[in-house]
Each structure stands twice: as structure tokens, then as C-alpha cells.
């Protein structure tokens, strides 16, 4: 009996956080960071359950809650009970988004106003990653959190809106735009490059479009620090902010290909492009680099990896994997 009573009262104690987007980069590499670094998984039916200082974090694919569906987004909030909420879901493909605005902007957008609205209404913090092409990428400097939006494409006019309604909703929580996102899992920027790299003997990368890559497993810390960190309480149950966050350093996409090849030894020559003389359904910015003094100054203890750094944990990730 003492035994019962303890896992009942440990199952009332535990906050619930729903996680969406279980099969993406970033819900793959949250689930890895918490498998690997903290405790194992338990399976419950459909979902992960994976618990970290008394938060219990539900792992939710489209199967479970579909985002293009207001009707079970609906229905999926109104039967489950959920004490936070990350939103990890969203409509990255940057050049189909395009010709696929409607589903674009129902994931990014009308999707995240129920989310928000949901949040409110239930007195809890959402969490919504959000991206660096809100802005124009004419600026010669970092992009603050306060700087004007102006984005040059659907999939950034999508994301915009989402924030909006976030902040329109009145929910607690924090928006923290990312950049350039890559890791093991799914289709990215490094491992097309890899792909390519060996089987060919030179490719033509643009040189012109400055950023900073984030890997997903570091944007993933970076969302459990907030749930565990000693200043966790002022991000999630104060007044919703913006900040933004990726690793250290800047590169353009060229010094990032080059970084691909030379750590994995490949020995396939990297040609500098202008965006110019490159053929692209989207408009891409050109400067996107975010200043990320905001969260270093909210969350002193976390620390921030530089982007080639982060490349080489990332590469020998890969590596595993197709060793597996």
C-alpha cells in the first residue's frame, strides 16, 4: 500500500510537457539527450515518456496530433492534460512552402494560435521554436530580438504570423528563434552535403549568405536547461519573450560545406557561388546572424558551443548511425 500511494502521489507531482514533433530533428534529438544524459525511456502506447526533475516529457508525432488538423489539435488538448507544451512541429520545407501556402501556414501559423490559445486558457508555458528568416537579412550586424521582422519568403511569413498569434494570445512561455538547424537525424544541410560530397568531385556552394548552424542535440539542451535550470521559473511563468539562440561563430554556407569535407575527409572541392548565379524557389536572406546576449544573460549557466565544434560531435553522430 505504501508503495502505491508513493507512484500515485510521484504521478500527480510530475508535470506533464507535451513535445511535438517526436520525429523530427529536434524532437529526435531532445529524446536522445534525455535517453543518453538523464533517464530511460518508458513507452506508453503511442508516446515516449521520458522524466527529468519532476517534468515528464510526452513525445507526440503527427499520428498522435496532427498539426495540418484544427479538428485534432482540438480534440487531442481537450483529452489529454498537459502542465507545459514544446512546440518542436513545424512546416521547414523552405522552398515547397512556396506553392504549399496553405499547409504552411496552417502548420506554422493556425496550428500555433491553438496551441497558444490552449496554453492560456490552461494557465501553462508553450514553448515555440521559431526561425532566423523572420528578418529581412540586409543588416550588417546581429540581429536582436527587438530588431524589425520583414521576412523575403512564405515559410518566414508563416513563422512571423505564428509568433504574432503567440504573442497576441497573452500565454506565458518564451519564442526562441533558431538557425541554420542540423543533426543525425532527418534531412538537413550536412548530410546532403555528405551525400553529395561522395560522389562527386566539386560542388558549387553560396558564399554570400551569412549565419550560424545550430546543431539540434544543443538546441535541445538548451530547452531542457530551461525546464531545469535555476532561472527556469522567469522564462516559463512570466510575461512571453522572444530570444534567440545558436552556436557560436559565423560561416556562409560555403565555409560550412568546407568544414563538412575537411572534417570527414572527403576530398571533394568546394567552388564559392554568389546567391546571384543560383537558382532557388525561395528568397534566401543574406545576413542572418542572431545575438544570443538575451539568453546568455537569463540563463548564465548555459554554455554555448561553436558552431565547427558542434559539427564534429554532429559528424561522428552520423557516423554511428550508418555504422548501426
Not at 530533428?25 to 539527450?33: A, E, P, Y
Amino acid at each position: 500500500m505504501k508503495v502505491l500511494n508513493l507512484i500515485i502521489r510521484k504521478i500527480y507531482m510530475t508535470k506533464r510537457i507535451l513535445v511535438t514533433g517526436k520525429n523530427g530533428q529536434l524532437g529526435n534529438s531532445l529524446q536522445k539527450v534525455l535517453n543518453n544524459l538523464f533517464f530511460s525511456s518508458k513507452k506508453f502506447s503511442d508516446y515516449n515518456n521520458f522524466e527529468l526533475n519532476g517534468h515528464s516529457f510526452i513525445f507526440v508525432s503527427r499520428d498522435n496530433l496532427d498539426l495540418s488538423n484544427l479538428e485534432s489539435i482540438k480534440y487531442f488538448l481537450e483529452n489529454n492534460q498537459f502542465k507545459g507544451i514544446i512546440n518542436c512541429a513545424a512546416y521547414t520545407s523552405v522552398d515547397k512552402a512556396e506553392s504549399d501556402i496553405m499547409t504552411a501556414e496552417q502548420i506554422n501559423h493556425h496550428a500555433v494560435a491553438q496551441l497558444a490559445e490552449f496554453a492560456r486558457i490552461s494557465s501553462i508555458p508553450l514553448i515555440q521554436i521559431s526561425t532566423d528568416y523572420v528578418f529581412h537579412g540586409r543588416l550588417s550586424k546581429p540581429y536582436d530580438e527587438t530588431d524589425d521582422t520583414n521576412p523575403q519568403n512564405i515559410y518566414g511569413h508563416t513563422k512571423l504570423k505564428g509568433e504574432k498569434a503567440i504573442i497576441e494570445s497573452g500565454c506565458t512561455g518564451a519564442i526562441i528563434r533558431t538557425s541554420w538547424l542540423h543533426s543525425e537525424f532527418g534531412n538537413n544541410f550536412v548530410k546532403t552535403i555528405l551525400n553529395l560530397g561522395k560522389g562527386q568531385k566539386s560542388l558549387n556552394v553560396v558564399n554570400d549568405q551569412i549565419g550560424s548552424p545550430t546543431y539540434a542535440t544543443n538546441l535541445a539542451k538548451l530547452l531542457l536547461t530551461i525546464f531545469s535550470g535555476h532561472r527556469s521559473t522567469q522564462i516559463l511563468n512570466t510575461k512571453l519573450n522572444i530570444y534567440h539562440f545558436s552556436d557560436d561563430g559565423i560561416c556562409s554556407w560555403y565555409d560550412f560545406a568546407k568544414a563538412i569535407f575537411d572534417l570527414s575527409n572527403i576530398s571533394c572541392k568546394v567552388n564559392p557561388l554568389e546567391t546571384k548565379d543560383y537558382q532557388s524557389i525561395a528568397k534566401r536572406p543574406l545576413y542572418n546572424v542572431l545575438n544570443k546576449r538575451k539568453i546568455r544573460d537569463y540563463l548564465p549557466e548555459l554554455e554555448i558551443q561553436h558552431w565547427r565544434d558542434a559539427l564534429r560531435n554532429c559528424l561522428i553522430e552520423i557516423n554511428k548511425k550508418s555504422l548501426s
